[in-house]
């Protein structure tokens, strides 16, 4: 007689957890929930939102009938996530901490908690997204060491697992998950990945999980929550002050704090100006911020950028890439935006170039190219240098803001962190 399988489920406080552990539970699995504490952050009510979150985790333990676990990865989390997030705002770049929080945290220091530590055969979530392993595939995998290198998977691998889309398109994570190795996913189950939002909605409605069905589904940097961006950042970062420019005539039409506060594509918020103005580039050197006067001013699109080298979650890097240089597929860079199709150029260091189709809006230093072919993520790449856009190629504007960043360092002379308060 089969061993029962042992399946450890992040839980988050949240539905989409609860009815995944439910799920798995079903199925005949021994599982055990496990909440991760990552962040000491307190509500707009002064109430600590983990322990709430804690609070809801066991809670759906004790209806499911599992064993609850808490474990805490504060410390980790800093150094691998929440200082990377200061580190790429110091260079001017607007990084995406949830990406690098999956990579780093739930599928390397939880993996290696439930694996080593509790003895599980597999773990699960609740992202919505599948892979190509069937279950019982899943609890066949082995840990196998494998090089590092960069073209490793294609010596190493034999039938390596792919991250595919979900079914609810709307709800994919797939983005959230593009760089996740190949070790963690093989050994991963995502039991929402075939249901829709509103079918897992209405599972916990049905089994007696209405306390995680009634919380408002958590937004944005579960570090900044409600509060001011900018205070928040500069309780960190050391301000620099600096011009808010027209890209059109070069009139300086205010001042700010700081250059890295900045986004493309943000609205920038400037004192005794009526009309709605949005950042369109930013110069590391001086401290300038460039703006236009539309949200679709055509400084705003750009049609190549490149990247740092990619994660390729199945074969790094793809034959084809490898066989003719260049590939024909489609990115995102911001999570359910639309997919661009685009040109892949790849370069010896791994790092590729990225030509699309289309001029894209808003393309930003920092966030991830997530790669896609079909329904499958094939893994994703840091946007570090941004191509001029056509605008100011054509009026001779070209500044060497983001557009010619040094891909590996940020400005000499840019913020430098404050001690930790």
Not at 292 to 316: F, G, K, M, N, Q
Request: glycine share 8%; with cysteine.
């Amino acid at each position: 007689m089969q061993a029962v399988r042992h399946v450890v489920c992040a839980l988050s406080g949240g539905v989409d957890s609860a009815v995944a552990a439910l799920l798995l539970r079903r199925r005949g699995y021994q599982v055990t929930g496990v909440f991760m504490k990552n962040w000491d952050s307190l509500d707009e009510h002064g109430v600590c939102t983990a322990d709430k979150d804690c609070e809801d985790a066991y809670r759906v333990c004790q209806i499911l009938d599992i064993p609850f676990h808490q474990v805490s990865y504060i410390k980790e989390y800093w150094n691998d996530v929440f200082s990377d997030f200061l580190n790429e705002y110091e260079k001017g770049r607007t990084p995406n901490p949830d990406i690098v929080c999956n990579k780093h945290i739930k599928f390397s220091c939880f993996f290696h908690y439930a694996v080593d530590n509790l003895g599980a055969d597999a773990i699960a979530t609740g992202h919505y997204a599948r892979t190509s392993l069937e279950d019982e595939e899943v609890f066949q995998q082995k840990h196998i060491k494998r090089p590092e290198g960069l073209f490793r998977n294609r010596f190493e691998v034999r039938n390596a697992v792919k991250l595919l889309q979900a079914a609810d398109s709307f709800k994919d994570q797939t983005f959230f998950l593009s760089q996740v190795s190949q070790d963690a996913l093989r050994r991963t189950i995502f039991p929402l990945g075939g249901l829709t939002k509103e079918f897992v909605k209405k599972i916990a409605a049905e089994n007696r999980l209405h306390h995680v069905l009634q919380k408002k589904e958590s937004m944005g940097m579960c570090f900044i929550g409600k509060r001011n961006f900018e205070h928040f950042l500069l309780q960190y970062l050391q301000p620099r002050p600096g011009h808010f420019i027209s890209i059109e005539d070069n009139k300086v039409l205010g001042t700010h704090k700081g250059w890295f506060l900045y986004t493309l594509g943000q609205r920038a918020n400037i004192g005794g100006l009526r009309e709605p103005w949005y950042v369109v580039e930013k110069d590391g050197v001086k401290g300038n911020v460039f703006v236009a006067p539309r949200r679709d001013h055509p400084a705003l699109y750009r049609d190549l950028l490149r990247t740092s080298r990619v994660h390729w979650i199945t074969e790094e890097p793809p034959a084809a890439l490898v066989r003719d240089k260049m590939m024909e597929c489609h990115f995102r860079f911001r999570h359910q935006m639309a997919l661009v199709p685009c040109v892949l150029t790849l370069n010896q260091d791994g790092t590729v170039w990225v030509t699309a189709v289309q001029a894209v809006h808003a393309l930003t230093t920092g966030q991830f190219a997530v790669f896609y072919k079909g329904d499958e993520c094939l893994g994703s790449g840091k946007i570090l240098r941004l191509g001029p856009s056509a605008y100011t190629l054509q009026k001779g504007q070209h500044r060497g803001g983001v557009a010619i960043e040094n891909p590996s360092d940020g400005p000499e002379d840019g913020p430098g962190l404050r001690p930790l308060p």
